[in-house]
């Protein structure tokens, strides 16, 4: 069902060439377990030097992945769009299987007992599909500012930050975010936020900001490619004075470095002998409840058993 043809389309010798060259590059991230967007596929493109980095390119690259899609020459599980997902509640035929699906989604709060927690923050909306596995995999929660955050959800972490300071812990958040003049000046923005509303209750101190991404080290050492900066930003000139005229999107970086670079931020910050000590637990607790799913039917009967002798 991934390839149909729709639409048939009679593609020009060039525009199949393109079109085998993004299949390759899908195709080496999808073995990966990553699904792009295509704007990280427009980056892919560039960085292989395969198209110049404008924006009229990226317009044609989308028209032809278009068009592939529907003449059924691209699979449609190889891009996808995170911006728009539909939601419903789940369904279940039996009982039986939700007490099956509570024990295979069973997990403990791995963080409860470390010194530090540690939360994700990501600029884009688009790139959650990319940080989502690896903070699934630590077990560390992850936020989609979508830009400068509204002053709402800025309170609301305030509030949620609180609660693990008052518990004991230090928090740690880690920031992704492009780097441009207004992408630099969100991480001063969400540390000088968080950090009002933590003073008022004498919580700023046990508070951290670290910008994980992009910064100018990773620029020079990963070289995506270069936009020129907004000059319509109204953060531009001090941005120029520091940086010049370019500046660099996150979608640029490799799904792989930014899962990575996740990875050793978080791992600096975990106690490995008490996250040990949690994925025991959280082991033994996951495997009571599969033996309680398996005995499902004789659970059922008791119960029913005792409901009749209560009606006697």
Same mark, same amino acid.
């Given at each position: ?61 989308? =028209?032809?992945?278009?068009?592939? %899609? @529907? #003449?059924?020459? /691209? &699979? ?110 969100? =991480?001063?923005?969400?540390?000088? %936020? @968080? #950090?009002?509303? /933590? &003073? ?113």
């Amino acid at each position: 069902m991934a390839r149909i043809c729709y639409l048939a389309r009679d593609f020009a010798p060039k525009t199949l060439e393109v079109i085998r060259q993004a299949e390759t590059i899908c195709a080496e991230y999808d073995a990966q377990g990553f699904t792009l967007t295509l704007r990280q596929l427009y980056y892919q493109f560039v960085a292989r030097d395969l198209i110049p980095n404008r924006q009229s390119e990226y317009k044609r690259l989308g =028209s032809i992945i278009n068009d592939a %899609r @529907l #003449a059924g020459e /691209l &699979d449609w599980r190889y891009l996808e769009d995170r911006t728009r997902n539909l939601e419903s509640r789940a369904h279940w035929d039996d009982p039986a299987d939700v007490i099956d699906a509570a024990a295979r989604a069973y997990n403990r709060d791995l963080w409860g007992a470390q010194p530090q927690r540690v939360e994700v923050w990501i600029e884009k909306d688009a790139l959650v599909g990319v940080i989502d596995p690896i903070c699934r995999e630590l077990d560390v929660a992850y936020f989609s500012c979508r830009g400068y955050t509204s002053q709402s959800e800025m309170h609301a972490a305030a509030m949620r930050l609180r609660r693990y300071i008052a518990a004991g812990q230090t928090v740690t958040i880690l920031h992704l975010g492009d780097h441009d003049p207004s992408g630099i000046d969100m =991480s001063r923005d969400i540390a000088d %936020r @968080l #950090a009002l509303f /933590l &003073d008022y209750s004498g919580d700023a101190g046990a508070f951290d900001l670290r910008r994980i991404a992009l910064t100018m080290g990773q620029v020079e050492d990963y070289a995506p490619p270069p936009n020129p900066a907004k000059v319509t930003d109204s953060r531009f000139e001090g941005y120029q004075r520091l940086y010049g005229n370019e500046s660099w999107e996150l979608d640029a970086l490799d799904p792989n470095t930014l899962a990575e670079l996740i990875r050793t931020n978080v791992a600096d910050l975990t106690d490995e002998d008490l996250l040990e000590d949690a994925l025991d637990r959280e082991t033994e607790e996951r495997q009571t409840v599969a033996r309680i799913s398996d005995r499902y039917a004789q659970i059922a009967a008791w119960l029913d058993e005792e409901d009749s002798d209560d009606d006697r």
